[in-house]
């Protein structure tokens, strides 16, 4: 199969030390991103699918799971959805690059995906069309409590598992949400278990009636009908017969969180509220044993204001402003050279405090990835693929 040739082609040797993105990257074959909203997550997905497929070669999917349709401009498509879609050669070429492998999009549809899902597991073509049909299953597929986390997994579990592609970078929702996307699988599996299935799958006639639950029962028939109940156990019964199934796919999608084909990246910038958000999700990885690959710290300073250097240069600007505004006449009134050149020295050592409290924080985290990558502030907001591989540069190697 052509794909794991190249899979294999660009493997390195396992006990290689990873000390660049590139070599990281070329190791795994699912890499999840993650971080608070904000932080220029879904852009450093993107950014490293790209770089993946320019340089590593074969084919490279981009997964968003974050409702944001900000990346199809980016990536010069008009829109995507669950099916993946290739991003057209034009694209690449515009940015004035001829990628080795192949570039591919998709965003989770959570509504299709739990159809197809249930097309796959129900155990009989009617059962399947009672379950589609059902009022309620239509109305909360796409919306109950973990729907879209749980659906989320499955769909990079289904991907993944097809053999289409050697790398498959996943966008996650905001941290504090992408936690419950790692442990959605564990929850549905939970879920099919619990006693609470069984009472709501159990025949009505059969429920103990207690003096507890006997307001609920009142209230639920005058506001919602005397149907209600029963039609919450009959699309439960239904769905309890896809249970084998469901149990069986949480528990491999939760293996392959941990398989050492996965890895994960968290993005952050160096302000306090993502920083500790940041460290909140690496805790996490640490308890569930997964592995941390890469630390993306977005909109640093430049490292050469920390330079002893160019401390000097800017003192020297705001104690010799006014010799230097003579020497420079020709740039207006002497004054107001002065002036500038002095607001220019104080603004650089303002910054430089910045980016050494900035270094503190880094040198700061708990735990350290094998990589560690800082992205700069950039002039304009990314907007294509040029901004894309541009910002991949940086994290790159």
């Not at 300073?301 to 003579?326: I, M, Q």
């Not at 735990?367 to 790159?396: H, T």
Request: some cysteine.
């Amino acid at each position: 199969m052509a794909a794991d040739k190249a899979k294999k082609g660009r493997k390195v040797e396992a006990d290689e030390k990873v000390r660049t993105l590139e070599q990281l990257l070329a190791t795994r074959e699912i890499v999840v991103c993650c971080g608070s909203g904000g932080v220029g997550k879904t852009t450093t997905a993107a950014a490293a699918a790209a770089m993946a497929a320019t340089h590593l070669g074969g084919k490279v999917l981009v997964l968003t799971v974050d409702p944001a349709r900000r990346l199809a401009t980016a990536l010069g498509l008009e829109r995507f959805g669950n099916t993946e879609t290739r991003v057209p050669s034009e694209a690449f070429a515009a940015a004035g690059v001829e990628p080795r492998g192949e570039l591919w999009a998709a965003m989770l549809d959570t509504k299709q995906s739990w159809d197809d899902l249930v097309t796959r597991h129900a155990p009989s073509t009617a059962v399947r069309q009672q379950i589609l049909d059902n009022s309620l299953y239509q109305n909360i597929s796409g919306r109950f409590v973990q729907s879209h986390d749980y659906i989320a997994m499955e769909r990079l579990y289904e991907i993944h598992c097809s053999g289409t592609y050697d790398l498959i970078v996943v966008d996650t929702p905001p941290t504090r949400n992408a936690i419950d996307f790692l442990e959605a699988p564990a929850r549905m599996a939970d879920f099919f278990s619990s006693k609470l299935l069984r009472w709501l799958t159990a025949p009505s006639k059969s429920r103990v009636m207690t003096l507890a639950s006997k307001p609920f029962y009142t209230v639920a028939d005058r506001i919602l009908g005397s149907q209600f109940l029963e039609d919450i156990a009959e699309f439960f019964s239904l769905f309890q017969t896809m249970a084998p199934g469901f149990v069986e796919r949480a528990d491999a999608v939760t293996r392959i969180l941990s398989d050492r084909r996965t890895t994960f990246l968290v993005v952050s910038t160096l302000e306090a509220a993502p920083l500790h958000e940041a460290e909140y999700f690496i805790e996490a990885l640490d308890e569930r044993k997964l592995h941390l690959g890469a630390l993306v710290l977005n909109k640093v300073l430049p490292a050469y204001l920390r330079r002893s250097a160019t401390t000097g240069v800017a003192k020297r600007l705001c104690a010799e402003a006014d010799d230097l505004a003579a020497s420079v006449a020709d740039a207006g009134e002497p004054a107001d050279v002065a002036r500038v050149l002095r607001t220019v020295g104080e603004s650089f050592l303002n910054y430089q405090v910045v980016a050494k409290r900035e270094a503190e924080q880094r040198a700061s985290l708990a735990r350290s990835p094998e990589v560690v990558a800082a992205v700069p502030y950039f002039d304009a907001d990314i907007a294509d693929l040029s901004g894309l591989l541009a910002l991949g540069d940086q994290i790159w190697r």
